[in-house]
T-cell receptor, first 113, second 111 residues
Framework: NAGVTQTPKFQVLKTGQSMTLQCAQD?????MYWYRQDPGMGLRLIYY???????DKGEVPNGYNVSRLNKREFSLRLESAAPSQTSVYFC????????????FGPGTRLTVT | QKEVEQDPGPLSVPEGAIVSLNCTYS??????FMWYRQYSRKGPELLMY????GNKEDGRFTAQVDKSSKYISLFIRDSQPSDSATYLC???????????FGAGTRLFVKA
């Protein structure tokens, strides 16, 4: 099993450009999450999908959109990137059905200039 | 006040020491408790999880939950330089979909 995979690993964008971060899991997990991690701020939840077909806002959703394409895939889109979105982005998945532990991907390092 | 408080450290110990990492929380509804290890420039890796109160042991790692004090701990015995990382506590409400993370404690184990 590959677990949780994320692409790309690194990305540099100019202000105003758009991009989509991809995430996939092969563990048949029900729930998927997107976090950003900034120095001194810890992990902050952007959006999550409790199950296929549903998405909900987290703590810091402004400037982002998500799509739960199917049970395996959950993408995060930045429509018009801003320097404040420079961060490391992590995708995670949770088995569900009474199990709550999160399994993380390797992350995407995004710089917006 | 944050729901989960964790001392950011850094914590520096000699190789072989027993390390104690701690978190306090304010929401008594938390029932599911987790510890993650994060190496520099990597994703968080699940170390251990426990449900409700009590202890759980896995090799050199022991997780403790004291719900009456709203306090959780991770003990690392015979610490190794390879244990140098940031450790994050996390907790969830049974039936909920959100996990609350502590800010993480940076640990350095010196050879």
């Amino acid at each position: 099993n590959a677990g949780v995979t994320q692409t790309p690993k690194f990305q540099v964008l100019k202000t105003g450009q758009s991009m989509t971060l991809q995430c996939a899991q092969d563990m048949n997990h029900n729930s998927m999450y997107w976090y950003r991690q900034d120095p001194g701020m810890g992990l902050r939840l952007i959006y999550y999908s409790a199950s296929e077909g549903t998405t909900d806002k987290g703590e810091v959703p402004n400037g982002y959109n998500v799509s739960r394409l199917n049970k395996r895939e959950f993408s995060l889109r930045l429509e018009s990137a801003a320097p404040s979105q420079t961060s490391v982005y992590f995708c995670a998945s949770v088995p569900g059905q009474g199990a709550y532990e999160q399994y993380f991907g390797p992350g995407t390092r995004l710089t917006v200039t | 006040q944050k729901e989960v408080e964790q001392d950011p450290g850094p914590l520096s110990v000699p190789e072989g020491a027993i390390v104690s990492l701690n978190c306090t929380y304010s929401n008594s509804a938390f029932q599911y408790f987790m510890w993650y290890r994060q190496y520099s420039r990597k994703g968080p890796e699940l170390l251990m999880y426990t449900y409700s109160s009590g202890n759980k042991e896995d090799g050199r790692f022991t997780a403790q939950v004291d719900k009456s004090s709203k306090y959780i701990s991770l003990f690392i015995r015979d610490s190794q330089p390879s244990d140098s990382a940031t450790y994050l506590c996390a907790m969830s409400i049974t039936g909920g979909f959100k996990t609350i993370f502590g800010a993480g404690t940076r640990l350095f184990v010196k050879a």
